[in-house]
């Protein structure tokens, strides 16, 4: 049985779209394969030895962790077990689940004793969300009820503190949620309550202060700011909001914020915060792949600067929310693909048994060395299982089941929305009538996507295809043959009676694209996939594990390329070779270009990209580029040789 989408009820404001529920989406293809990938990977095997989520974790009763880790850890597993439909992983699932439903005391706080601290339940009240739209299973909806009571009376007394201070979004997701189902009143004045504690990142976004990064800001790290403290005084401005504020991850939760409070304090700021801070963040800390840098803090929009693993997988979870909860930018949808096409495989082997703690677009070593991060160790860059530190060990696991699971989304208007493409077959129920929507594509490695409706009889209801704005000569064809016009940063809208078993053919031409970045740097686009240069690689184990060891990578050939713009490049799409990312070769890029003998290391990271670089005409060749989440070394953003 399938659970319905929930979408808002008065007096919130009524929202587009909504997601579906978590079984409705079954992934096919090369993105099955990735799934699976991730259940024989890291995530499939976590619980068995790493001890923060294993048998002694406070979550399931020990006197192990209590704290976010295994809640991390449930929010990326719980939704790759139910997609996959795999009894095992449930199984295992559901011991955490019962735990923590079995852990509720009288007064609805529940939860390991070890601690008080409101952020790790809501973690897990985003897991239990996802459990009950897979299984309907009704204790959730009391049990929530009962601790939003408990919140609701102990707020005040109890305020939010550290962490969920800066998080506080998540919490009033999961409640309005709830307000949906069961029209409780005073869940809306408990986010009101959630919201005057909070950290105002509508404000934020809009002001910005952060247009340098932190280690121009404050040139020390962390460690010395404990010596700093009592001589900065607490209304320095780094102790008042700086560090939250410039944290990644933070930030990369918090361009949400403003589209939850918009829920229940409508705003024109809270409208325009997201477009406005993705901006803002992109023009002082953005990279090719589509985020911004931080390492552990905003690090500006150096390519050799890290992004955190952590940052990658919330960013698309705020973006799925934003694409959920109503318009909020033409180019929410691109994004998600830039993040799931680029850098979440960008910071994982191939295998999905490693992660990187801080990914660079520019990154010639893998290694332990001393780096430009602004707070981060020497192991942060090594593929491992928990570099630098392991938050993002029991974090990176929601990024692609819940990327899975938000392809497609329901409308208000009855319908069904794709968001993004990815072969997958969508189950779902149109006035009471079953509707099966496949989607036959190897995209986004390849251009068409081929998408058969079929019902069990005769129904009308709209299919709203997003034209990613990148595609300017994206056409539809119908199933009458006729061509339909779109354009692209819109939906296009087939509105008819479907009979069963039609299809409509998407064509979204993929020309190569260059864009510009820090130092003039140049970025080469084909569709969602950002393509790089990348050197021949040697892996070298740094650190045994018995399961999941950690990896340097060393570069074994040369790097140090200029682009040459003005000459032609040859696109190779063989749909036929697509993959999980690492083990594919369905897209090459051909392009001309030069060494630059000038272009070296500044310790363990390449230079800066140079200006207008001198380079030797005797190399000058072509060189081949390939989807930048296939590589563990790469170069990302190119030095563009004279025309």
Known sequence: MISKPIFNRAPLPANERAPLPLTAIRPEGWLRKQLELAARGLTGKLYEFWPDVSENCGWLGGSGDGWERAPYYLDGLLPLAYILEDEHLKAVCQRYIEWTLGSQRQDGWFGPDTNDDWWPRMVMLKVLQQYYTATMDKRVLSFMGEYFKYQYRHIDGHPLKEWAVARAAENMQVALWLYNLTGAKFLIELCKKLNGQALDWTGYFHTFPNVRSMKQLMPWNEKEQHEREPLLGADHPYLASQYHFSHVVNVAMGLKYPAIVHQFKSGVKEQQAFEVGYQKLMRYHGVASGIFTGDEHLSGNSPTQGTECCAVVELMHTLETLLGTGDFGDEVGDILEKMAFNALPATLTKDLMAHQYDQQVNQVRVSVDR?????????????????????????MHQGWPKYAASLWYATRDGGLAAVSYAPCTV??????????????????FEQAVRITVSVKRPVEFPVKLRIPTWADEAALTLPDGSIMSV???????????????ETLVLSLPMKPKVSRWHHHSAAVHVGPLLMAFQPKERWEKVKEHPVAPDWAVYAESPWNWALYLNQPMSLEMDPGKAAPFGWGEAVKLKVKAARVPDWGMEGASCGQ??????????????????????TGLRIGQFPVAAE
């Open 487 to 501: 354009e692209p940063g819109k939906y296009a809208v087939v509105q008819r009676e479907w009979q069963g078993g």
């Open 609 to 630: 990209t140079p200006i207008a670089p001198k380079v030797d005409e005797g190399t000058v060749q072509e060189i081949t580029l390939v989807p930048y989440g296939d």
């Open 427 to 444: 189950r779902y129920a149109v006035k009471d009538v079953p509707v099966r929507v496949s989607v036959d594509t190897a995209y986004p």
């Open 371 to 395: 780096r430009a991060w602004y707070n981060n160790d020497d192991t942060a860059n090594l593929y491992g299982l928990e570099p630098h530190f392991g938050c993002c060990t029991a974090n």
